[in-house]
């Protein structure tokens, strides 16, 4: 078990469990995130600044890719809504928006 999952869970299972289920998603988006390779031209002073890319497609593709390789089902316009942020964010979202 993760020292980092009891700090706030203490001995509670479910909370051991549910959390210990979210730091591990987690940890395999951030690798999977450390390995996306993609070349965009963007402006830094607009926020979000997918917003500002000239083509953001070959990126919410990569995204989408993630998702799927995760279990997670979404369409490339869907996952371009979520990261613009045209959508509020649920739990898809908010992993589209990580990735």
């Known amino acids: 078990m993760d020292n980092m999952v009891k700090i706030f ?3 509670e299972d479910m909370c051991l469990e549910e959390l210990g289920e979210i730091l591990s998603l987690y ?3 951030h690798r ?3 390995d ?3 070349d965009v031209d963007f402006d830094p002073k607009v926020y979000p600044l997918i917003s500002s890319m000239k083509n953001p497609r070959d990126l919410v593709r ?3 890719n993630i998702m799927q390789d ?3 089902d ?3 316009d869907k996952v371009l809504s979520y990261i613009l942020g045209r959508n509020e964010f649920d ?3 908010s992993i589209a928006s990580y990735i």
């Open 36 to 38: 996306i390779d993609v």
């Open 91 to 93: 739990d898809r979202g």
């Open 70 to 72: 995760l279990g997670i």
């Open 32 to 34: 999977i995130c450390e």
């Open 62 to 64: 990569i995204v989408t």
């Open 9 to 11: 869970c203490g001995s």
């Open 27 to 29: 940890r395999d988006l």
């Open 74 to 76: 979404m369409d490339e």
